[in-house]
């Protein structure tokens, strides 16, 4: 099993940054898929970014650019480093890794708002 927790949301103003932290609970050399995912308001949950454990990361083409993906494995930690966030970037924001069953952090919460 793995739990992740996801930390780093809040209030930013439109053209802000923030950074999102998911901490798991073993090693990331032994989880072999990782990711971002969002869920706004009415809306379905979709992919940020992606990544396998060896590989480099994909990102959805609305956050090309703006979004990107870090990983600590020192601390079992990956990181969403979000820059130029816009009004739409508000979500609900997950972390999620497959291994050998797919696991979901609680999400955290990132307004963009002025």
């Not at 990331?28 to 898929?33: G, Q």
């Not at 379905?44 to 990544?51: D, G, K, T």
């Not at 890794?97 to 999400?107: F, I, L, M, P, T």
Request: charged share 20%; hydrophobic share 30%.
């Amino acid at each position: 099993q793995v739990q992740l927790v996801e930390s780093g949301g809040g209030l930013v103003q439109p053209g802000g940054s923030l950074r999102l932290s998911c901490a798991a609970s073993r090693s990331l050399y032994s989880i072999s898929d990782m990711g971002w995912y969002r869920q706004a308001p009415g809306k379905e949950r979709e992919m940020v970014a992606r990544f396998k454990r060896w590989g480099s990361t994909n990102y959805a083409d609305s956050v090309k650019g703006r979004f990107t993906v870090s990983r600590d494995h020192a601390v079992n930690t990956v990181y969403l480093q979000m820059s130029s966030l816009k009004p739409e970037d508000t979500a609900v924001y997950y972390c999620y890794c497959y291994a050998d069953g797919d696991y979901w952090g609680q999400g955290t919460q990132v307004t963009v708002s002025s």
